[in-house]
């Protein structure tokens, strides 16, 4: 039972007792005053009566004519007159009439009413004793009544009693209520914090659960610092931050093997030549300043998020740069930005920088790419001096601009046309067991034709801001499948979806239409959006996840020291980055930030999922580290 039905049953008790109270005392001292007003009506009568047979003549025929006119005339039960030896002379009798006074009222509260007694003289001599008792319906009447106006008045004052003991209720319950929403989230993993309740005994409950949930959001970021600087140490050069080789180059082999890779880009690197001969002309100290320097103008020259820079050796610096635009002219101004910014006036030394490049479609090996910008800087160094090269690109190879209308038709049609669909690749525990399938998009561009990857129209569908179309496409679909298949699936959905409230709206709606799907239903929202847009992003998870979905973030790596601003949100799984995953079999250092990282997330209630599984032996070394889900190449769901 309810607390706040226990409330109202105790309400209910308590007025009951004091109506019953109330009732009690009212008709008892009613019934007091209405049996004191007809004894002494009844003393009255009967002296009255008595006073005027004392002064006529004592004819019995008079007599009783005067008695029967005066108990006609009258409202009385009994008049009596009794000689003095006991004999009755005349009596005049009735029964109580109580029609309009329920039975069990008059046994309830009997009235019990005094005669009036005088004494009849005749002359000097007592002639009789006249008993008079006057008809109680009328108190009766009076007494119902009466009850029946407090039972009235009662009702209105418990109506109205009611009416304000919900708002004192509701009010007064308000904060148990969120303190068991608090409860059941933290019992989620959430650790959500309230508003301190005006009441005292409510107060130092929150307060204590407030506490609690700042400890552990505090702790949360404290591991999440931690695995930052584990996930930094593991990843990036001391010196410059930028990402280190093995982390670069398999951040890279995902960027030209993923299925949501871009199509195209622009690889590049970057060379100080003769580091030997400056550290020992100008110093360490001299020469990490112009490494440094180095990477400034790197950045600066590609300053997009989606751009990655690494430092492939001492004097050695990469950056790949997906889905790039008139990448010879990009060339050109890396290299004269990294010049001006080596050579400053006030340098004693004029430097030289090497550059080569090559352009890269989606699908090349990592040893293809790397050996052709090698060997386009390899004939920069020849050229003596600062020099650039450009790998020149293949022949099939295209500005985006000048694609964007045909995309535009192409992808508009498919959409119109429900040419939309996706692929599907298991996920698994540590078990083998199946938790969902991986579903990326899959479009036919053009009826009749191969099936599009992702990577090979979705970059064009956000430049062409259709990426929500995309994504209510694959939804739909999602809903379709789960009819007929089993499932559960997990879709994608991207950060501009996120932000728009009208789609997740119609994800809503769909939702509670078809609310035995729902639960079949997993959401990947890309690690940046979550952060990005922090408000949006919760608003996603709280319009979804109380319908059943499960959110989680993919492709997590890069932005682990703010997880624990995520303490609150709820989120049901993690996927680690395959860049993180490649290879882990042999790199301790990121298996030390991905244990501590499966740690955080257990805290969080969440599932560690590993993406990119390429072998048993990663798959092996994952289970170790306490994942409970992967993906990849090397997972294959048993028949």
């Not at 969440?606 to 993906?631: D, P």
């Amino acid at each position: 039972m309810t607390l706040t039905r226990q409330l109202w049953l105790a309400v209910i008790a308590i007025m009951t007792l004091a109506f019953g109270i109330s009732f009690l005392v009212s008709a008892w001292s009613a019934k007091s005053y209405l049996e004191d007003q007809l004894r002494l009506k009844n003393v009255d009568n009967a002296n009255s009566l008595a006073l005027s047979m004392s002064q006529m003549d004592k004819d019995p025929v008079v007599i009783e004519l005067m008695i029967a006119s005066q108990f006609d005339i009258g409202h009385y039960q009994l008049i009596k007159l009794t000689s003095p030896s006991g004999k009755v002379m005349v009596e005049r009798a009735s029964e109580a009439t109580t029609s309009k006074v329920p039975a069990w009222f008059i046994r309830l509260i009997p009235l019990n009413t005094e005669p009036g007694i005088a004494q009849v003289q005749d002359n000097w001599r007592q002639y009789g004793t006249l008993t008079v008792l006057s008809n109680n319906r009328f108190a009766y009447e009076a007494l119902w009544h009466g009850n029946l106006r407090l039972l009235a008045w009662f009702l209105v004052g418990a109506l109205l009693c009611g009416v304000i003991g919900t708002l004192i209720l509701r009010s007064i319950t308000r904060p148990l209520g969120e303190l068991v929403q608090q409860a059941e989230a933290i019992g989620a993993r959430r650790f959500v914090t309230l508003q301190e309740p005006r009441t005292q005994e409510f107060r130092s409950v929150v307060r204590a659960m407030n506490a609690l949930s700042g400890q552990v959001r505090h702790m949360l970021e404290e591991a999440s610092q931690r695995l930052e600087n584990l996930r930094q140490a593991a990843q990036h050069d001391a010196l410059t931050g930028v990402l280190n080789r093995e982390h670069f180059l398999n951040k890279m082999a995902y960027a030209l093997e993923g299925v949501n890779a871009a199509p195209a880009g622009g690889f590049f690197i970057m060379r100080l030549p003769d580091i030997i001969h400056l550290n020992k002309d100008l110093g360490r100290e001299t020469t990490d300043t112009l490494l440094k320097h180095m990477v400034d103008a790197i950045k600066t020259t590609c300053p997009d998020e989606s751009c990655l820079i690494g430092r492939l050796n001492g004097a050695d610096f990469a950056l790949l740069v997906p889905d790039a635009d008139a990448i010879e002219e990009l060339t050109r101004e890396m290299h004269a930005r990294t010049l001006l910014a080596l050579n400053e006036p006030s340098a004693t030394t004029e430097h030289t920088v090497l550059l080569g490049a090559a352009v890269y479609r989606h699908g090349e090996s990592l040893s293809q790419v790397l050996t052709r910008a090698d060997t386009a800087l390899g004939r920069a160094e020849q050229e003596g001096g600062s020099a650039v090269e450009l790998d020149q690109p293949p022949v099939e190879w295209k500005p985006a601009a000048s694609l964007l209308a045909t995309w535009k038709v192409l992808i508009e049609t498919a959409l119109n046309t429900r040419r939309v669909q996706f692929a599907i690749y298991p996920v698994l525990d540590e078990r083998g067991a199946l938790i969902h399938y991986e579903a990326p998009a899959r479009m036919q561009v053009v009826e009749s034709a191969v099936w599009m990857s992702a990577h090979e129209f979705m970059p064009w569908a956000s430049r062409l801001g259709l990426t929500e179309r995309i994504d209510e496409a694959v939804f739909d679909y999602a809903l379709d499948w789960l009819k007929s298949n089993a499932g559960p699936v997990c879709i994608n959905v991207s950060a501009q979806s996120v932000c728009d409230p009208q789609l997740i709206a119609r994800y809503q709606h769909a939702l509670k239409r078809q609310p035995q799907l729902a639960q079949k239903i997993w959401i990947d929202i890309p690690e940046f959006a979550a952060y990005r847009h922090a408000r949006e992003f919760r608003e996603f998870c709280a319009a979804l996840k109380p319908l059943g979905c499960k959110i989680g973030l993919e492709h997590v790596g890069n932005q682990i020291g703010h997880m624990g601003e995520l303490y609150d949100v709820g989120m049901d799984y993690l996927k680690i980055d395959s860049a993180i995953i490649r290879d882990i079999d042999h790199n301790p250092g990121n298996q030390t930030f991905l244990r501590g990282l499966c740690t955080i997330a257990q805290t969080m209630g969440m599932m560690s999922i590993a993406e990119g599984v390429m072998n048993q032996q990663e798959a092996t070394c994952l289970k170790e580290l306490g994942f409970r889900g992967m993906t990849g190449p090397g997972i294959v769901l048993a028949k």
